[in-house]
């Protein structure tokens, strides 16, 4: 029995020892050759069946990294889901984009992932029914994180089979900045949209106003100015003036018309804009102003008023029951050589800070990081598009200032605008070394498909002393110019009329006088582009008031006679 149990026994219970750790998982371990031929035969076939199993694991576990490797590094979110919607299995992408553990994934409830109705539980279901009875499904999808955020996925659906098991594979990509850069894109359309029609109307009642303004001051010439007629008529054209620089406003927002810098006091421009204001604010809002700086800045008035409306219409929209109280001051600073303006990140010199304050709502720390992104806005859809602060920061960035804001919830916010001093005011040299007065019988030709607008400028030169012919048209024009051209002294020409335009009557005229001179006249001031090279004589944005159409009119006409 030794000798069975020696030559039998003893080998068999080894393989079997190591049959049972190959069963454990353990491959490192070999049989020890034995001395029986017949025996031995065994032992060499199970340690090279150990060494195969050994490799072909080996190999399965490296497949599985990789194969985990790719899973967890795609750049979508996947989901492994039973026929019935539970979920089995997900990637790291996943947890990344919607922000959970592994751990807290198989605790989830059907709706945790899906935002609300049309993208809930419910249609999240017969998505995955149809992608088992109809095949593959695509389709974008409002979904949520675990911080209650909602974001926009597109989604891929597809029956796959894992082993034996059935299973529903969901292939996610986060498609939030492809949606926001297209509601940007339907914004800028909208906007391009109105502001195509801004500049359109402005264009048409810019004509209106140049009648109103030029035939109220030929009035106030022929009315005593101790009159009451003669205050009236200047209420009229105070009005009228106020009315202009209104259009002005709106063709810088329809982006048909340049800013426009001069050097003013702010304080001046932050009164006019208040007066704005106050017309279009509840009475139920209390507007406090300190505005103790008379300091001279380089601005375009406009956009500054532009700026100063926009944040007071937002702070008394945040106000509740729009009842509150705005408080505009205005201080002086300067920033030391040695000093950054604690992080202002501006230049040393003198500066002037503009502080809108209000006591409504407050923002959120959230909202507060984003208020000057393009379209972010936490109104309703009717009531903003998201592009006022936007703007408004850009125009801040134009007059090389700054713009600051704090915010508390529940306690107000405040707008610190901050702006660079300038000097003296700047004078162009040569402006009135021509006076108005300079008329001798001169023949001019005024063209304007505006009747209003022509029989004016026919008044209004011929008071001063020229010899004016009108006409409605361009072609009409040029088969008078294009007859007597050595007989005429100036052209005065509007922009755009029907049929022959006034860029193109002045091309023909040039053709057969090249020193005839020409004013041209526009609502638009799309007059730079338009003729930009050309040899325009002067420019007229309307409306133009008499004394601006009769200087116009004597600079250039002595500038020809000087030429000559």
Not at 54 to 82: C, G, V
Not at 323 to 329: A, D, M, N, P
């Amino acid at each position: 029995s030794f000798i069975l149990r020696h030559i039998l026994v003893k080998p068999l219970t080894g393989l079997g020892e190591r049959l049972q750790a190959l069963v454990d998982g353990s491959f490192s371990g070999r049989l020890t050759p034995l001395p029986q031929k017949d025996l031995n035969t065994i032992v060499i076939a199970a340690n090279r069946m150990f060494e195969e199993i050994s490799n072909q694991t080996k190999t399965l576990r490296e497949n599985e990294r990789n194969y985990r490797e790719i899973y967890n590094a795609t750049s979508d979110a996947i989901f492994i889901h039973n026929p019935d919607g539970t979920l089995l299995d997900v990637n790291q992408t996943m947890l990344d984009m919607y922000g959970y553990t592994r751990n807290e994934i198989h605790t989830l409830g059907e709706g945790a992932l899906s935002g609300e109705s049309p993208f809930g539980p419910k249609e999240r279901r017969v998505m995955v029914a149809r992608a088992l009875a109809e095949g593959p499904q695509l389709f974008k999808w409002r979904a949520r994180k675990k911080d209650g955020s909602f974001f926009w996925v597109e989604v891929a659906l597809k029956e796959a089979r894992l082993g034996n098991q059935q299973v529903v594979l969901a292939f996610v990509s986060d498609i939030s900045q492809r949606e926001q850069l297209e509601e940007q894109l339907r914004q800028a359309q909208r906007m391009e949209a109105i502001g195509m029609l801004a500049g359109g109307i402005a264009h048409d009642f810019n004509n209106i106003l140049s009648a109103i303004l030029g035939y109220t001051e030929l009035s106030l010439k022929q009315v005593d100015d101790s009159s009451k007629t003669f205050g009236h008529l200047k209420q009229v054209e105070r009005a009228s003036l106020r009315a202009r620089e209104l259009v002005r406003q709106i063709l810088t927002f329809s982006r048909k018309q340049e800013p426009k810098k001069e050097v003013l006091p702010l304080a001046a421009v932050v009164s006019e804009a208040m007066n704005l204001m106050r017309s279009s604010m509840p009475v139920t809002v209390k507007i406090v102003q300190h505005l103790d700086s008379h300091s001279l800045v380089e601005v375009d008035a406009s956009q500054i008023h532009q700026v100063i409306l926009n944040i007071c219409t937002n702070g008394f929209q945040a106000m509740p029951e729009s009842s509150g109280t705005l408080v505009i001051s205005l201080n002086d600073i300067t920033l030391p050589e040695d000093d950054n303006g604690d992080d202002l990140e501006l230049p040393a010199g003198k500066y002037v800070i503009l502080a809108i304050e209000d006591n409504g709502s407050g923002m959120e720390k959230a909202v507060l990081d984003r208020i000057f992104d393009p379209y972010f806005t936490t109104r309703k859809s009717e009531r903003g598009t998201g592009l006022g602060l936007s703007v408004v920061q850009g125009i801040v960035k134009k007059h090389q200032g700054k713009i600051l804001v704090e915010s508390v919830p529940d306690k107000g916010t405040v707008f610190r605008l901050i702006f660079p001093v300038t000097g003296k005011p700047r004078t162009l040299g040569g402006v009135h070394t021509v006076t108005a007065d300079y008329a001798r019988g001169q023949r001019i030709i005024v063209v304007d498909d505006e009747e209003s607008i022509r029989h004016l400028m026919k008044e209004i030169l011929t008071q001063a002393g020229y010899d004016v012919e009108v006409f409605a048209d361009g072609l009409s024009a040029w088969q008078t110019i294009s007859t007597f051209f050595q007989e005429i002294d100036l052209l005065i020409t509007d922009l755009t009329m029907p049929g022959l335009t006034g860029i193109e009557l002045f091309r023909k005229v040039r053709a057969v006088r090249s020193d005839l001179p020409v004013i041209l006249c526009t609502g638009y001031n799309e007059m730079k582009d338009s003729f930009r090279g050309e040899d325009v004589s002067a420019c007229l944005q309307k409306p133009v008031t008499v004394q601006e159409l009769l200087l116009t009119t004597a600079k250039v006409l002595k500038k020809r006679e000087d030429t000559r």
